[in-house]
């Protein structure tokens, strides 16, 4: 059974830092892709970054070049190092886990390309 967890969530200011941290377990986090997504109070689940089985990894226009999306095999887990936050950050950041090694295009974006999500993690940016 895949289970998804997320942490790491927390409050800072802006221009600050977090890394958020996913955890899967039932499947090699290597051999497949890793996505991360966020909803913020009132909007739409949108998407993050992901990871895939060869390291190609994908941004969305939002938060590329101030994220960084990582993975360490051995720990099962997938990193999200969010820095440079700003006021439009907030949300519950989710992980989600692809039973397919690569999504290519734009199927990195679509919530329906992953199988097993997790529960997610709050994100708050104030001053």
């Known amino acids: 059974q895949v289970q998804v967890v997320e942490s790491g969530g927390g409050l800072v200011q802006p221009g600050g830092s977090l890394r958020l941290s996913c955890v899967v377990s039932?499947?090699?986090?290597?051999?497949?892709?890793i996505g991360w997504f966020r909803q913020a109070t009132g909007k739409e689940r949108e998407p993050v970054s992901c990871?895939?089985?060869?390291?190609?990894?994908y941004y969305s226009d939002s938060v590329k070049g101030r994220f960084t999306i990582s993975r360490d095999n051995a720990k099962s887990t997938v990193y999200l190092q969010m820095n440079s936050l700003k006021l439009e950050d907030p949300a519950v950041y989710y992980c989600?886990?692809?039973?397919?090694?690569?999504?290519?295009?734009?199927?990195?974006?679509?919530?329906?390309?992953?199988?097993?999500w997790g529960q997610g993690t709050q994100v708050t940016v104030s001053a």
């Open positions: 989600a886990a692809a039973a397919l090694p690569n999504l290519w295009g734009s199927r990195w974006s679509t919530q329906k390309s992953y199988d097993y």
């Open positions: 039932g499947f090699r986090v290597g051999q497949h892709a």
């Open positions: 990871i895939t089985d060869d390291v190609s990894t």
